[in-house]
């Protein structure tokens, strides 16, 4: 299986900072990744898929980059509406695998 | 808009099988798209299940193929999972997805239901 690593899996954050979350794969990937959100009792959101894809609907703020095994999403600006737990997820191979998740707090 | 709502029992006993359906609206399964299951649980946070196409064909995850059975009943519109002698491990909120067109990463999902094993 392919394993997902995300760093960090906590981070504080304060309205208007740039936020970058960092994905690791144990094998490339070739773009196949997308980007969730969750929030606490919701279920996860797609944000971004192909790595850096942005979905219907989704604010500009969010980007997705990287290739290979190593991918980011950024938030360029962060807004009261972004306080959530963020998972990548490969599409590569089965099975599909997601990482560990990143919650993203108020500082 | 297409819109997933799962339904079944929130608590099932040791050993027996956990049944879950998912009904669609918005969309007739029977036109396209793969649908399927994800679950998340604390201990092992979110874990593809498997997705089932409305000719029936499917992709389960090897881990539970040996338990796993999914169904489609396209008169009703709507899928099912069926997972057999479930344990304490298999507890976790069970959510039904569709997959996207063209990728396989997961556009729409259901609310999601929470499923304990417990006796």
């Known amino acids: 299986d392919i394993q997902m690593t995300q760093t960090p899996s906590t981070l504080s954050a304060s309205v208007g900072d740039r936020v970058t979350i960092t994905c690791r794969a144990s094998?490339?990937?070739?773009?196949?990744l997308a980007w969730y959100q969750q929030k606490p009792g919701r279920a996860p959101r797609l944000l971004i898929s192909?790595?850096?894809t942005l979905e219907s609907g989704v604010p500009s703020r969010f980007s997705g980059s990287g290739s290979g095994t190593e991918f980011t999403l950024t938030i360029s600006s962060l807004q009261p509406d972004d306080f959530a737990t963020y998972y990548c997820?490969?599409?590569?191979?089965?099975?599909?695998?997601f990482g560990g998740g990143t919650k993203v707090e108020i500082k | 808009q297409v819109r997933l709502q799962e339904s079944g029992p929130g608590l099932v006993k040791p050993s027996d099988t956990l049944s879950l359906t998912c009904a669609v609206s918005?969309?007739?399964?029977?036109?396209?798209?793969?649908w399927g299951w994800i679950r998340q649980s604390p201990g092992k946070g979110l874990e593809w299940i498997g997705y089932?196409?409305?000719?029936?064909?499917?992709y389960y995850a090897a881990s539970l193929k040996s338990r796993l059975t999914m169904s489609v009943d396209t008169s009703r519109n709507q899928f099912s999972l069926k997972l057999s002698s479930v344990t304490a491990v298999d507890t976790a909120v069970y959510y039904c997805?569709?997959?996207?067109?063209?990728?396989?990463?997961?556009?729409?999902w259901g609310h999601g239901t929470r499923v304990t094993v417990s006796s």
């Open positions: 918005g969309f007739s399964i029977s036109t396209d798209y793969w």
């Open positions: 094998q490339i990937l070739n773009n196949w």
């Open positions: 997820q490969q599409y590569v191979d089965y099975p599909l695998t």
């Open positions: 192909q790595a850096s």
């Open positions: 089932i196409y409305h000719t029936g064909d499917t």
């Open positions: 997805i569709k997959k996207k067109a063209g990728w396989f990463a997961f556009d729409i």
